[in-house]
C-alpha cells in the first residue's frame, strides 16, 4: 500500500474521529483516505462511496483486509443519489476531498447532495470538507 500523501494524512488527522463511529466518504477515489479511517475505528465503520466504477474497484481491490474486518465497505454512488440502504444505521460523520457537488463547482448537484448527505447522517453528525486548514465544516 503506498502512504497516504501528506494532504490526505492531514486531512485524516483533521477529522473529529472515535473508535465506534460510523464514517462515510464521498468520492473516495482508490481508497487511501478511507484505508487511513478503517486503521483508526475500532467497533466502527466507513462506508467509502464513489461514482466511477473503476475508482471502486481499485478501492475494493486496495482494502481487502479493512473490508474483511468489517471496519470498511465500497459502495459505488453518486453522492446526489445516495441514501442508506434498508436497516443501514445513519452516519456520525461524513467526510469529502475534492468532491465538486460540496466544493461550489456544481451548486445543482450541491443542493441535491446535501439534502442526501443531510438524510444520512445521525443526530448531531457532522460533515467536512477540504478547503479549510484543512477541513471546514459545512452546517446542514
Known amino acids: 500500500m503506498p502512504p497516504l500523501s501528506p494532504r490526505l494524512a492531514e486531512i485524516v488527522d483533521a477529522l473529529p474521529l472515535t473508535p465506534d463511529m460510523r464514517v462515510l466518504e464521498i468520492g473516495c477515489g482508490p481508497g487511501a483516505a478511507a484505508r487511513a ?12 462511496i464513489d461514482r466511477s466504477a473503476t475508482a471502486i474497484a ?15 465497505s465500497v459502495r459505488r454512488a453518486a453522492i446526489e443519489d445516495f441514501g442508506l440502504e434498508a436497516g443501514e444505521a445513519p452516519f456520525d ?3 469529502a476531498v475534492r468532491v465538486g457537488a460540496l466544493d461550489g463547482r456544481h451548486p445543482g448537484a ?27 465544516e459545512l452546517a446542514l
Open 58 to 72: 481499485q478501492a475494493e481491490a486496495a482494502s481487502a483486509e479493512e473490508i474483511a474486518s468489517g471496519r470498511m
Open 110 to 136: 450541491g443542493r441535491k447532495a446535501m439534502a442526501c448527505i443531510a438524510a444520512a447522517l445521525a443526530p448531531g453528525g457532522r460533515l467536512f470538507i477540504d478547503g479549510g486548514d484543512p477541513l471546514r
Open 37 to 48: 479511517v478503517a486503521a483508526r475505528l475500532g467497533t466502527g465503520h466507513i462506508l467509502a
Open 93 to 95: 460523520l461524513v467526510f
